[in-house]
């Protein structure tokens, strides 16, 4: 049997990997950044949201190359982790402040903008699907639903930012950041069971 056609799923997994890290980096950087200019409480969740994206993506990537990784690289890998995983914990605090400012006393923010910032994390969304959907192993069905929790917060902001009306843009906006920070939390939930199976 050809050796390079048993490795051709596991490549094909790897490379989808890499391309699902760097739409999440990517939306990160559009999240963090709309949110910071618009003071938009829906993409700073967004934001947290795609960093935690990055850390599951780092870990499953970390599980499936577990033999290869040196004791000098799986401190940095460590190290990494608890970053990420304090910097969303930050975010999700400074949302909940956010998001309980923003019901009772929010500002109006530009839809057009606030729309152009979140389609990136759409993308990401789409590239998880696709991972899960590459992947053959027994957590398949919680890799799906988790591609579509990873597309939420993208979807609020589209949502608030479309539908909602032009002088409670603001108060959608952060009604929406609250409920991206909760739904974080389940997606985690979700990872922990996965890790468990």
Not at 9 to 29: C, I, K, Q, S, Y
Not at 112 to 120: D, E, I, K, M, T
Not at 126 to 147: C, E, F, I
């Amino acid at each position: 049997m050809d050796p390079g056609k048993i490795d051709r799923p596991g490549a094909r997994v790897g490379a989808w990997m890499n391309v699902d890290l760097g739409t999440h980096a990517f939306a990160l950087v559009s999240s963090t950044v709309g949110g910071y200019v618009l003071e938009s409480v829906v993409l700073v969740a967004a934001g947290a949201h795609h960093l935690a994206g990055l850390g599951f993506r780092m870990l499953m990537k970390q599980r499936c190359q577990e033999a290869l990784v040196s004791n000098s690289r799986a401190s940095g890998f460590a190290l990494a982790q608890v970053l990420i995983w304090t910097c969303c914990v930050l975010l999700a605090m400074y949302v909940i402040a956010m998001g309980a400012h923003g019901v009772f006393h929010a500002e109006a923010l530009a839809s057009a903008a606030l729309a152009a910032y979140a389609v990136p994390g759409l993308a990401a969304a789409a590239t998880t699907a696709v991972l899960a959907g590459q992947s053959r192993r027994a957590g398949l069905k919680l890799a799906r639903a988790d591609a579509w929790l990873a597309a939420t917060p993208s979807a609020l902001a589209l949502g608030v930012a479309f539908g909602a009306p032009a002088a409670q843009v603001g108060m959608f906006d952060a009604a929406g950041g609250l409920v991206a920070v909760l739904l974080l939390c389940t997606r985690s939930l979700f990872h922990l069971a996965r890790a468990m199976d």
